[in-house]
């Protein structure tokens, strides 16, 4: 036992190291985001966070699973605790969300499909909470709340990784910041009014000097509180945009990708500011390390609570009352 407890404490003790040392590498090590400075190094934290609830969420289905087969109070202490773990992973990926949306964007909340999504996850998993407080019996608490729990875990794979994608959204910073992702854009004609994330833009002309092509657009701020004009250009002999201004108060920038002269249209889009987040080595490798330092965290988080639960139900037990 001795033995178990002092490796116990060594792993605490590393984990806490391999995070705070994630931490310092955040803004010591990797190199800023062109065009979002310091704003780009959350992305460590947000998306390894995102991805351990997940993880976590599953193990609660796992065990969940394994209490409606075997029956054992243990099996329903870990899921109890994978549940709990992953509730708070998801909060941590939220708030970061929230804050790099903020400085990004310019708006904490902005009922974006994934901000939506992972609000929708956070009431269902508060749901199992609340079930297991209103039923007395733990027999019956145990069993409902693993037939719940599977049920909740099938929502999750649609909520993080469908629905986002399902609508036709460019409000979350992921379709321009995360490597190798794109966004749709809109294709407009001169004229004619659209949606590019929550900014209308109205495409008002398109002129030519030589092979650049440069498109006038009006751009209206939510609520039209006010307007500005954009000049995007695309050079047509190199197949490239040229000039990329930026949207008003936001670090990203207008971008025409696509010219149809001819049918007077262009395709307008949102464009990050500099390269691929990952393509820096050190960037890698300290997100990777983020996604390792946190998957860590849960698994202590998990036996920890675990084993505090283990520990309650068995002096409960002892007393001749019944948890």
């Known amino acids: 036992m001795a033995v178990v407890e002092r490796l116990g404490q060594i ?5 806490g190291v391999w995070i705070a040392g994630v931490a310092v590498a955040m803004f010591l090590v990797i190199p800023q985001y062109e065009g979002l400075g310091n704003a780009g190094r959350i992305v460590i934290m947000h998306v390894p966070t995102a991805w351990v609830s997940v993880l976590a969420f599953a193990v609660s289905a796992l065990f969940s699973g394994l209490y409606l087969w075997k029956r054992r109070p243990e099996h329903d202490h870990y899921a109890l605790a994978a ?6 992973f998801t909060a941590l990926a939220t708030v970061t969300g929230m804050i790099f949306s ?9 009922w974006d499909p994934r901000q939506t999504s992972i609000f929708v996850l956070l009431l269902i998993y508060a749901a199992l909470f609340a079930l297991r407080s209103a039923i007395d019996d733990p027999a019956r608490r145990r069993q409902l709340s693993a037939v ?3 049920f909740a875990f099938v929502t999750v794979p649609f909520l993080v990784f469908v629905a986002p994608r399902i609508a036709d959204s460019t409000l979350h910073p992921n379709c321009a910041f995360i490597q190798g992702s794109k966004c ?3 294709t407009l004609e001169v004229g004619m009014i659209g949606l590019l994330g929550d900014r209308k833009i109205q495409l008002l002309a398109l002129e030519r000097q030589g092979d650049v092509v440069t498109a006038e657009v009006k751009v209206s701020e939510p609520g039209l509180t006010s307007e500005t004009i954009l000049r995007p250009s695309y050079d047509l002999a190199a197949g490239e945009m040229v000039a990329r201004p930026e949207f008003p108060g936001l670090r990203y920038q207008l971008g025409l990708e696509a010219v149809d ?6 395709l307008l889009n949102i464009e990050a500011p500099g390269t691929g987040l990952l393509e820096n080595r050190r960037t890698l490798f300290t997100f990777l390390a983020s996604i390792g330092g946190f998957t860590a965290l849960f698994f202590w988080l998990l036996t920890l609570r675990a084993t505090l639960l283990d520990a309650q139900w068995a002096l409960a037990q002892r007393g001749g009352s019944r948890v």
């Open 261 to 266: 002269l001819r049918a007077n249209t262009a």
């Open 102 to 110: 903020q400085v990004v964007w310019g708006i904490y909340w902005n």
């Open 148 to 150: 719940y729990s599977l």
């Open 184 to 186: 749709d854009g809109i």
């Open 11 to 15: 792993g605490k003790l590393l984990i």
């Open 83 to 88: 549940a709990e773990s992953g509730f708070l």
